[in-house]
């Protein structure tokens, strides 16, 4: 079984192959007239369960869409409409579901629904975030970097804000990919160190810079996401705010960076807050390219996973 849970489940090989596979799927629709863009149909007389515990409008729309685009069938399920929501087990519910279906993708809160739902699935299973990590979004980042800039290897990333789920994903890509990774926040937001010792056992070169004019120098990509993730309590809202107001991506931290220095954000942002309106409209900013690479690079995973 091929699921796809996390960047340091699955070997860099397979890695660098799902995002070169992933540009050229892009490059061969891009060319191909219109009437043969989707004439190789992969997922031809398939069925890809996409399941949501929270909510979301890339993750949702461009794995619906990219199935489509390979001649599959989608079906959008929300998680709290199922028996799930109302005491179904998660295996109980893996079992089913894969007797239906030929591929789940999932968006939960625990990563430990995440996992159960692997043990027992028989269907691979793809994580669409949890608290933990978002993997995909990382792939497609990386993605990004890479057509923008030519390979990631030894470049410098740095990461700006609170340490969560998306900046864990990258802390485990930056073994996978051989990149440096620096971490700029306050020290109750610190990432988990779980993840950052085993990258770090890796031989990954990771570093906390709790000074982000310091931080920024010679970065080649600056990379931030939201102060309050979805399943952060409603209340750290004004405790994050001043924590982090230092740690916000604007023209002048930018101008630390080097002048190419491309700026990412998963979205959805808050403007003015973890990243100013100017950085995000700026020419260096690659914002609406992550998001599209998602389809991409997704389509890339799903075909990784069911070996098609
Ligand atoms: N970046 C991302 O995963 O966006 P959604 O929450 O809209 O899916
Ligand atoms: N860190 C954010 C990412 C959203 C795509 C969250 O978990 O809410």
Not at 38 to 45: E, G, Q, S, V
Not at 255 to 259: D, I, L, R, V
């Given at each position: 079984m091929t699921h796809f849970l996390d960047i340091n489940k699955t070997q860099p090989e397979a890695l660098r192959s799902i995002i070169d596979h992933a540009i050229e799927i892009k490059n061969a629709r891009a060319n191909a007239p219109l009437g043969q863009k989707?004439?190789?149909?992969?997922?031809?007389?398939r069925v890809v369960a996409l399941i949501f515990d929270k909510p979301s409008t890339r993750t949702r729309v461009s794995f619906d869409v990219g199935v489509r685009q390979m001649g599959g069938q989608p079906i959008v399920l929300s998680g709290k409409d199922m028996q799930l929501g109302h005491g179904e087990t998660i295996s109980d519910t893996a079992k089913v579901m894969s007797r239906y279906v030929d591929l789940i993708m999932i968006r939960t809160f625990e990563d430990a629904t995440l996992l159960e739902m692997a043990e027992s699935a028989t269907v691979p299973i793809i994580n669409g975030l949890t608290n933990r990590t978002h993997p995909c979004q990382i792939m497609a980042d990386i993605m990004t970097f890479e057509e923008h800039r030519g390979s990631i290897k030894g470049k410098k990333v740095v990461w700006s804000g609170a340490g969560n789920n998306v900046f864990s994903s990258f802390v485990q890509a930056a073994g996978q990919f051989g990149f440096d990774l620096t971490f700029t926040g306050p020290e109750p937001l610190d990432p988990e160190r779980g993840f950052l010792e085993e990258a770090l056992r890796k031989g990954s070169n990771i570093i906390i810079e709790r000074d982000p004019h310091l931080a920024f120098k010679g970065a080649d990509l600056v990379v931030t996401d939201t102060w309050v993730s979805m399943h952060d309590p409603k209340t750290a809202r004004k405790r994050r705010h001043n924590q982090l107001r230092a740690y916000q991506v604007n023209t002048e931290l930018m101008?630390?960076?080097?002048?190419e220095a491309l700026f990412m954000h998963c979205l959805p942002a808050h403007r003015d807050h973890e990243a100013t309106s100017e950085v995000m409209d700026s020419?260096?900013?690659v914002i609406f390219d992550e998001a599209e690479n998602r389809l991409h690079v997704q389509k890339a995973i799903m075909r990784h996973c069911l070996g098609v």
């Open positions: 989707d004439a190789d149909a992969p997922l031809a007389d101008s630390n960076a080097k002048p020419p260096n900013s």
